[in-house]
């Protein structure tokens, strides 16, 4: 660390912050009053902060079975009225897949925190990974839209994660905030003040109860959401559902209610997914990164920079909604993408697809549990 | 004679009837028996939930003017546990098939008893999976009949009520659809009570499990409760099955534990 950074600490003015502990801070800043998990390598400290901090705040913190209880206790908290969420790693991702599906199906907002872990199956708990893209966008059975962020520094997780819940209730859908084992466990000289971000509650109907449709399109993207006990009696049913919430069969009524689910997110990807540009003004190589992968693509980025290379960096917070058009803008001026991962190539697919073939597509991928350096990188930049 | 009343205050007023229940089934009886506790214990409906997981059971929410929900396979009283905490002022009732309960939900079920969380939980147990049509459940008894079972049931049948007790459930109570009078005045007590109660209900499934069985149609079926089993006062003559209220215990719940605790956490640093 450098003697100004430790100056700073010593005057108040920064804090020494883990990444776990920085989501966890973030989360009560963001409004948390529900927070349910179930023990799991590398997300525990989340669980531990929150259970000490959340009844002291008047919040809930309580400990479920297994993961499937934990985002189902969050999904049914939610409807109750409050923000609430899960924090876990690859194999309770898995198992909360199913909830992840239904939260969507309902429009039910909850946060749920995946501390990306190496894997398939128990893998190594404490290795990091970008293994769960995939998963955390299509994980769950049936079409559906997802929100997916990813920070890269502590600071950013703090921020991001009051912005998960922001979303969350802005849209009406589960937000999932994508970090990784490096992040989450590794602690770093944050600036203080913590950033300032205007928490958003939830829309409320203006209408009385016997003219409130929880699903009715014709309030727009996002129709208001009423919690349960405010005297606006209706159902919720993870069956395809008409704008009252009963189930229905009737093609026409279920294609409106897709086309709105879908719109809200889609429709909105210039608002919702943030891209960050380094170095792209006259950039001819450019990588694309995310999570923590991104410091190691930043670091190789500025050593390009002293060897004279045009060298830029392109950063994903938002991995979903993907935002095709920033990457086909890149395309066309760049002359080689290099996208950096902890996974077998992902987010590559992607860049590619997005790309339309307009410039040359290069992976540099690991998946054993380690951090891609920035030497690969650099190898991988050399034409 | 007491009979039963149909209380149409408590159902939605439109769109959703017929119900999706084939004829002769349990399930009715057990929705009206539920009505009607709510209606003797003069709760607003504002203030009720009912939460519900898949199957014929879990389509039981839809007809009613409550706050309902009906989750995913198994879950119902994982989300009633987060729905609770978040408003403890609701009373929260979740209905789940005997597969839904105690197949798939069987680990959600026996927590939700150990922590004794303030819900009522009412098993329609019909010993079969209707739905899907007609596979063998954790209830179904050794040497009976069911589409995955064709040779008969080999594994033992879970006994709720011992399994709700040995959990921790504060109140455990049996009926059958038979005895509608009596399943009443049980959910009442189930809801008024504080802490994890558990009402199981014996239910006919003339189709599913009827049909497999030679049971007969669902008066015979109903004729079987009643001469079957047996309410839970002195003697119980062997072969029986006892009804009535099998567990009434106080212990703490764990909503009111958790409002003591945010109290304490207050006072530490």
Redesign the interface.
């Known amino acids: 660390m450098s003697n100004s950074t430790t100056t700073a600490r010593r005057r108040g003015k920064a804090r020494l912050m883990q990444g776990n502990l920085a989501i966890a801070e973030g989360a009560i800043a963001g409004g948390l009053?529900?927070f349910?998990s179930y023990p799991i390598t590398p997300a525990n400290e989340i669980a531990t902060f929150l259970s000490?901090a959340l009844?002291?705040r008047?919040g809930?913190f309580?400990q479920?079975?297994?993961e499937?209880?934990?985002l189902?206790?969050?999904?049914?908290?939610?409807?109750?009225?409050?923000k609430?969420a899960t924090a876990t790693s690859g194999p309770g991702f898995s198992l909360m897949q199913?909830?992840i599906g239904?939260a969507a199906a309902v429009e039910i907002p909850c946060v749920i925190i995946d501390v990306q872990r190496a894997g398939p199956s128990t893998g190594m708990p404490g290795g990091p990974a970008q293994g769960d893209v995939m998963q955390s966008r299509w994980g769950t059975h049936g079409d559906h839209p997802i929100i997916v962020l990813c920070p890269s520094s502590v600071r950013e997780a703090y921020e991001l994660t009051i912005h998960a819940f922001n979303l969350s209730e802005q849209y009406r859908t589960p937000v999932i905030l994508l970090t990784d084992e490096v992040l989450a466990r590794m602690s770093e000289t944050v600036e203080m003040p913590l950033p300032q971000v205007k928490v958003i509650g939830r829309l409320h109907p203006e209408v009385p109860p016997e003219w409130y449709f929880p699903y009715d399109n014709a309030e727009g993207d996002v129709p208001p959401l009423v919690?349960?006990?405010?005297?606006y009696?209706?159902?919720?049913?993870?069956?395809f559902h008409d704008k009252s919430g009963?189930?229905t069969s009737r093609p026409d009524e279920i294609d409106a209610w897709q086309e709105r689910l879908f719109l809200k997110i889609d429709g909105n990807v210039e608002q919702i997914a943030r891209i960050e540009e380094e170095e792209m003004e006259d950039a001819e190589m450019v990588i694309v990164a995310y999570g923590s992968t991104a410091r190691s693509a930043r670091h190789a980025m500025r050593q390009a920079r002293k060897a004279n290379k045009r060298v830029g960096l392109v950063r994903l917070v938002t991995i979903w909604p993907f935002h095709d058009a920033a990457i086909e803008r890149v395309a066309r001026s760049a002359k080689r993408i290099v996208v950096p991962e902890m996974n077998r190539g992902q987010i590559l697919r992607e860049v590619e697809r997005a790309s339309r073939g307009k410039t040359d597509v290069v992976g540099v991928n690991r998946a054993d549990g380690e951090m891609v350096t920035p030497a690969q990188i650099m190898a991988a930049l050399e034409v | 004679m007491e009979y039963t009343v149909p209380e149409h205050e408590y159902l939605r007023p439109h769109?959703?009837f017929p119900s999706v229940w084939c004829a002769g089934c349990g399930i009715g009886t057990v929705l009206g028996a539920i009505i009607r506790a709510v209606r003797s214990l003069n709760l607003s409906?504002?203030?009720i939930?009912m939460?519900s997981g898949i199957g014929c059971t879990g389509r039981m929410?839809?007809y009613v003017?409550?706050?309902?929900?009906?989750?995913?396979h198994g879950?119902a009283l994982?989300?009633?546990?987060?729905?609770?905490?978040?408003?403890p002022?609701?009373e929260v009732i979740v209905v789940m098939g005997d597969g839904d309960a105690l197949a798939i939900g069987g680990?959600?079920f026996i927590?939700a008893a150990r922590r004794n969380i303030e819900l009522t939980a009412i098993v329609v147990n019909n010993r079969i999976y209707g739905m899907t049509g007609g596979q063998l459940s954790p209830t179904t008894p050794v040497g009976d009949r069911a589409t995955t079972a064709p040779y008969g049931q080999i594994e033992q049948a879970f006994d709720i009520a011992k399994i709700a007790e040995a959990s921790g459930a504060a109140f455990v109570a049996r009926s059958t659809t038979y005895h509608a009078i009596e399943l009443d005045r049980l959910i009442a007590r189930g809801i008024q009570k504080k802490g994890f109660s558990v009402i199981e209900v014996l239910t006919q499934c003339p189709v599913g499990y009827g049909q497999l069985n030679q049971t007969g149609d669902a008066v015979e079926m109903l004729k079987w409760f009643r001469d079957n089993t047996t309410a839970a006062r002195g003697k119980v003559p062997s072969g029986k099955i006892v009804r009535g209220v099998l567990v009434d215990c106080d212990i703490p719940g764990y909503v009111e534990s958790?409002q003591k605790?945010?109290k304490t956490?207050?006072k530490?640093t």
């Open positions: 009053g529900f349910a000490r009844p002291k008047g809930v309580i479920m079975e297994d499937i209880a934990s189902s206790a969050v999904i049914g908290a939610s409807i109750g009225g409050l609430a199913e909830s239904y919690s349960f006990g405010h005297g009696r209706y159902h919720i049913t993870g069956l009963f189930p | 769109k959703k409906k504002d203030k939930a939460i929410p839809v003017d409550f706050n309902t929900m009906h989750t995913t879950r994982a989300f009633a546990t987060g729905l609770k905490l978040a408003r002022d609701m680990n959600h927590h958790y605790l945010m956490s207050k530490r």
